[in-house]
């Protein structure tokens, strides 16, 4: 079980650009976390301190009781895992099963936990398949999917998504859906980027909110998105949904289409329908 | 009606491949439209795109069956040059897109026209006039590889429309943008179709097809299995069985049919709901 802490984190890269400031989070294992803000806000540079790639220039940031500076970013990641933005950046193997399987087989685990974590991971990722084909041979939306594999497979207590949701279609955010499932059931922290806020308000209660390398607001989901001054700041539009509900003059809070649904279901109810 | 680009029943595969990756496809686009091709992943979206702009059969051999034709000519009868100053095409993945032989945006952006033989002045103003309306000014000085990936995005979109091309076939150009930035790609492809452009535009997200696009083109496994104005189809009913988005709003709505709610027609814009299903309020004046 590993908990993650940021305690006032600052990170500027090496020509003196600050990235981030003063960042303070707090995310308990087995717990899900959605990053939103606009492209430019601080989202990935705040993640990839989170798995030790990028070290803060000021302040700690804590992986369980391991302190990130005095490890290295291999020893940080079993803990860790992230799924690159760009898939491509990620991937090297010609073939599938082979990239599932390099992350598991190079942490040295033996060889039955190896295939039972690769098997699992390509099954869980709708990639089983395509085990045999070269992953550029594949469309970005399952070349995204085989790199969720590759990194779920190095069974780390958490996972990081890097915008999930880019370019996938209904099947696509389906599998999503059904994976965040079984990593909540088997305890796994996930953290997601996004601006997909749809998926954010079906998946996600806890939500940070990233503007101008800060994070500005950290709270449920229902209070992020019917705050105006917190949707001002961070230029984000609330889900349709919300939209929809309050062109219908309902009360605020509804965000899924389920509580859309049901309300107007009992509206309508009510009026004898 | 005035045809820009017409397909009579194409079918195409792959070089390796053993099934055909489109199927028998026929449509016409009309110059000035906005046409969406949708579809889920492997559908045949990109492959469609490919033969759009002459890449099948002039770069990806493989069997290309029927016609196609773009402004009254034949695609086989063009040189691939020709069709790239007619077609202008934004990749899927910016990644992949952005040259990597120039070392800033302006350069990147001004590439195109280099390679038209532009006049030096002429490419500086243009390149000037595009930074701006993609608003991307701030970035002229960056290394194009240093640039995130809604950044880069925009620089792709913006290299392409400096070169002022008949027709934009646009793949997914906003995948890894936020919610304005996304809006802002949208709004400047309206203003391209303002300006008198054809366009055609692979894209996921339908609440913003609903609102932009004129035309939906609606693939299955390769195969057109709906076509025609944007309302048309999204209220067809076989449009629900083959497991794509609908927009948002639609969705909510086609729900509370079933739930034996009357519509009045099938919303397709957010705004359309509260008419639709013959919304009565619940107070008085709670929205306008």
């Known amino acids: 079980m590993t908990e993650l802490q940021l305690k006032n984190v600052s990170f500027a890269y090496p020509d003196g650009t600050k990235a981030l400031e003063n960042l303070t989070l707090t995310v308990p294992a087995g717990k899900r976390l959605a990053i939103i803000g606009q492209n430019g806000a601080g989202k990935t540079t705040a993640v990839k301190l989170m798995n030790g790639l990028l070290k803060p220039t000021e302040g700690e940031v804590y992986v369980g009781d391991w302190h990130t500076k005095d490890y290295t970013t291999a020893q940080v990641s079993r803990k860790v895992g992230y799924v690159f933005q760009n898939p491509d950046d990620q991937i090297f193997h010609n073939n599938v099963e082979l990239e599932v399987q390099f992350g598991p087989k190079n942490m040295g685990f033996d060889p039955e936990r190896v295939t039972m974590l690769t098997d699992w991971a390509m099954e869980l990722c709708g990639i089983r398949n395509v085990s045999h084909e070269n992953p550029y041979n594949l469309p970005y939306s399952v070349r995204k999917f085989v790199t969720i594999a590759s990194v779920l497979a190095m069974d780390s207590d958490v996972i990081i998504l890097d915008e999930p949701t880019a370019g996938q279609d209904r099947i696509g955010l389906e599998l999503l859906s059904k994976l965040l499932d079984e990593l909540e059931g088997k305890g796994k922290t996930v953290i997601a980027i996004t601006h997909d806020m749809e998926f954010v308000t079906d998946y996600f209660s806890r939500i940070v909110v990233m503007a101008n390398r800060k994070i500005i607001a950290d709270d449920v989901s229902e209070q992020i998105f019917y705050n105006h001054a917190i949707l001002e700041e961070s230029m984000l539009k609330p889900p349709a949904v919300a939209k929809m509900a309050n062109l219908l003059g309902l009360e605020k809070g509804i965000l899924t289409k389920g509580q859309l649904l049901s309300v107007l279901k009992k509206r309508d109810f009510m009026r004898g329908r | ?288």
């Not at chain 2, 392409?160 to 949208?186: A, K, R, W, Y």
């Not at chain 2, 944007?230 to 009913?237: L, Q, S």
């Open chain 2, 1 to 288: 009606m005035n045809s820009i680009i017409e397909m009579k029943n194409v079918s195409y595969r792959y070089p390796v491949s053993e099934d055909w990756n489109i199927k028998n496809a026929s449509f016409t686009i009309e110059k000035g439209k906005f046409t969406a091709i949708i579809g889920n992943n492997g559908s045949g979206k990109t492959t469609l795109c490919n033969i759009i702009r002459g890449f099948i059969p002039h770069f990806y051999k493989g069997d290309l069956e029927g016609d196609v034709i773009v402004d009254e000519k034949k695609i086989v009868e063009y040189q691939l040059g020709q069709l790239g100053e007619k077609i202008g095409y934004v990749f899927q993945n910016p990644f992949i897109q952005v040259s990597g032989v120039k070392d800033t945006v302006f350069d990147e952006v001004a590439f195109g026209l280099e390679n038209l033989g532009v006049e030096e002045n002429e490419i500086i103003d243009r390149v000037n006039e595009i930074l701006k309306l993609i608003k991307i000014e701030h970035l002229r000085e960056k290394h194009p590889m240093g640039l995130s990936g809604g950044q880069r995005q925009r620089v792709a979109l913006a290299s392409i429309i400096v070169m002022n091309p008949d027709i934009l076939v646009i793949d997914e150009p906003t995948s890894q943008l936020d919610p304005i930035g996304t809006e802002h790609v949208f709004d400047i492809i309206r203003l391209m179709k303002e300006q008198g452009k054809t366009i055609i535009l692979v894209e996921h997200k339908m609440d913003l097809i609903a609102e932009y696009a004129d035309n939906l083109i609606v693939l299955n496994n390769g195969e057109i299995v709906l076509q025609g104005p944007v309302r048309e189809v999204f209220a067809d009913p076989r449009y629900g069985e083959y497991n794509i988005q609908y927009p948002h709003v639609t969705e909510v709505a086609l729900n509370l049919q079933r739930n034996g709610v009357q519509l009045k027609y099938v919303p397709i814009r957010d705004e359309e709901l509260s008419e639709s299903i013959s919304w009565s309020g619940v107070g008085e004046g709670a929205y306008d």
